[in-house]
């Protein structure tokens, strides 16, 4: 498998524990992908504070970013903390815990996003990898069955499916 980075990751996680490349390019959604896959699966990354701010100061943004989310197959959010740092307001903005849980639930129900806490960036790597490598087996096995059942019509009635 090859990842995608977006190129405006300043510090992009670190796959080297995992059988994979990793290049940089341009994503519209989100900070990592699979090459060639880019436009149906993607993966946001957040820290803490990034999240506290992407719910409250750039809000606006960040839900266009949730809106573009919506028309892919998979996308999540992951998040380098816990659900414990956000409730214990472990963060130096002043927003109130309950006022960022109460917004990231809006966004799972408004947008169908995936939310994972993966507590550190090393956390955040295990699950970005293993995300998109479970979404690419996923698509390969629907790609077969596509490509069986056109085998099948082609037997069944002698010609190639258009």
Known sequence: MKIVVDSREQAPLDFTPYPCTVGMGTLDTG??????????????????????????????????????ARGLDLFAVVVEGTLEDVRSHNYRSQAKPHAVLQSITAFTVRYGVNWIWASNPAGAAYFTFWTLEKY??????????????????????????T
């Not at 946001?44 to 970013?65: N, W």
């Open 31 to 68: 900070d990592y992908s699979v090459v060639g896959l880019e436009h149906l699966a993607a993966i946001e990354r957040k820290s803490i504070s990034d999240l506290v701010a992407s719910v409250t100061r750039e809000r606006p943004r960040f839900e266009r970013e949730l809106a573009r």
């Open 136 to 161: 690419l087996a996923e698509a390969q096995k629907r790609f077969r069955m596509i490509l069986e059942a056109e085998a099948d019509t082609v037997v069944k009635t002698g010609q190639e499916a």
